[in-house]
């Protein structure tokens, strides 16, 4: 069993920054690929960006290339997404996730096991 706890959301105009965390309990973090997703009201959950397990490897959405990173730092259980040049269209609800199965890097939600409560993130125009 694995616990995923989400923080560093908020409200934030447009151009500005946020970094979220993503603590998990457990010993076995490293093994896991973690990944981002957000569910904006009315929408579809969707994918943001990804890790591996030992932080090699990551992906992420086109809409997001260049303006969201990805880090993991396995001492801390802790996975982060900072984002940057945020935009109105990324108010949502962010989600940290565990990967445990299929390929790495799954963009559907259905590969993943464990969630977080997740986090608001607002941006105001």
């Known amino acids: 069993q694995v616990q995923l706890v989400e923080s560093g959301g908020g409200l934030v105009q447009a151009g500005g920054s946020l970094r979220l965390s993503c603590a998990a309990s457990g010993r076995t973090f490293s093994n896991y690929g973690m990944g981002w997703f957000r569910q904006a009201p009315g929408k579809e959950r969707e994918f943001v960006a990804f890790i591996s397990g030992s932080g090699g490897r990551t992906s992420s959405a086109d809409s997001v290339k260049g303006r969201f990173t990805i880090s993991r730092d396995n001492a801390k259980n802790t996975v982060y997404l900072q984002m940057n040049s945020l935009k109105p269209e990324d108010t949502a609800v962010y989600y940290c996730?565990?990967?445990?199965?299929?390929?790495?890097?799954?963009?559907?939600?259905?590969?993943?096991?464990?969630w977080g409560q997740g986090t608001q993130v607002t941006v105001s125009s």
């Open positions: 996730a565990v990967q445990r199965r299929g390929p790495p890097g799954a963009v559907s939600p259905a590969a993943y096991d464990y």
